[in-house]
């Protein structure tokens, strides 16, 4: 029987299954229909009742909007970190079992020299990390130890205390002044911050203040992620170049894929406007347009055993209204497509200007 996940309390609507599946197929096998971001902790619930066995493959039928690839990803990186197996199915097509082991390694194991420091960094997490994240954990001693970053737990009431702001371009400045302020107060060199608690108490996003900070060169990565942030500290240090922190929205077997976020450091853009957060509808997010050309994806799993690092091609950027509103498709060799299919590392991943793959092994 097919089990729906029920699309997240950002969306009103329920969505459609994005496709149909033979009911013999059905019969046989565990298919979930990820609907929108958001849903990852409800796969959790359905593990610990029973519903779904991770002793068995586990079929993930997405769609190309609202949130649903994204959150699949993070759902299979769970399923393999307890030791089961899944595949993402983009379509009716995708039920090959041959793919959905090892897939192809397109990681490394990342050397102790690119992830230690030399100089102590203190990394601010201000709130827990986002529910959804439910693969995105970190061992903060061992961060400390490999890393030489400590991560500093910040309380969100610090952010929420200020209090429901203009919805608009001046209440996104607050927010930004006062994560600047902690940023100084605790003396961060990186934070990432628990932004979408931010929607129901401030009225307005942590878009605007991610990405001037990331533009005045400190790290600083959404819903308290911090694999991500980790990520985005290797980079400023193999790179220095800024970080656009996305989510996989729509992946083609020949390696053409399509990723979105609501902010990113304008340094990056060639021109851009504002609008509203995308899941929310409210307060102030980016669209940009990024220039065509070189660049480089990177992540770093959570406990820094794997490291994706891979150049690509931006080909062109777009705008629809049911994703994050910085659209870019970006090409790559097919076998980053099969990664992302049957072996992401978690969600979010990482955009950086130029060819920098070999900066990373």
């Known amino acids: 029987m097919l089990l729906h996940i029920l699309s997240s309390e950002m969306h009103q609507e329920r969505l459609a299954v994005p496709f149909e599946l033979p009911e013999s197929f059905l019969a046989a096998n565990q298919v979930v229909a990820v609907l929108t971001g958001g849903t990852e902790s409800k796969f959790v619930h359905l593990v610990e009742e029973g519903v779904i066995d991770l002793h068995k493959p586990v079929y993930l039928m997405v769609s190309g909007h609202s949130n649903s690839l994204a959150a699949a990803l993070e759902i299979l990186s769970y399923i393999r970190q307890h030791k089961g197996i899944g595949k993402v199915m983009m379509s009716a097509d995708d039920t090959d079992l041959e793919v959905m ?155 053409e894929m399509l990723f979105a976020h609501c902010t990113l450091p304008l340094g990056m853009t060639e021109k851009h406007e504002y609008t509203t957060h995308f899941e929310s509808g409210i307060g102030v997010a980016i669209h940009g347009d990024l220039p065509a050309g070189d660049y480089t994806l990177v992540k770093m799993s959570g406990d820094m055993k794997r490291l994706l690092a891979v150049d690509v091609e931006l080909e062109r950027c777009q705008f629809e209204s049911n994703l994050c509103r910085t659209q870019v498709w970006i090409k790559a060799d097919p076998a980053v497509s099969q990664y992302f299919l049957t072996t992401p590392i978690a969600n979010h991943h990482v955009l950086i200007r130029g060819h920098h793959a070999k900066q990373f092994t």
């Open 101 to 255: 082991g090892e897939g192809l390694q397109v990681t490394v194991t990342p050397s102790e020299k690119m992830l230690h420091s030399n100089k102590k960094l203190r990394l601010g997490v201000v709130g827990k990390p986002s529910d959804w994240l439910i693969s995105s954990g970190v061992d903060y001693k061992e961060v400390l130890e490999r890393m030489n970053c400590e991560l500093v737990d910040i309380p969100i009431e610090e952010m929420t205390s200020l209090g429901e702001v203009d919805p608009g371009m001046k209440g996104a400045e607050a927010i930004y002044q006062r994560l600047k302020e902690i940023v100084h107060k605790y003396d961060l060199q990186g934070v990432t911050l628990r932004c979408f608690d931010l929607l129901s108490t401030v009225k307005n996003t942590g878009c605007i203040a991610l990405s001037k900070l990331n533009d005045e060169g400190i790290p600083a990565a959404c819903e308290g992620d911090i694999p991500t942030l980790l990520t985005m500290m290797v980079c400023k240090k193999r790179t220095g170049e800024l970080c656009f922190q996305v989510n996989p929205a729509r992946i083609k077997a020949d390696g």
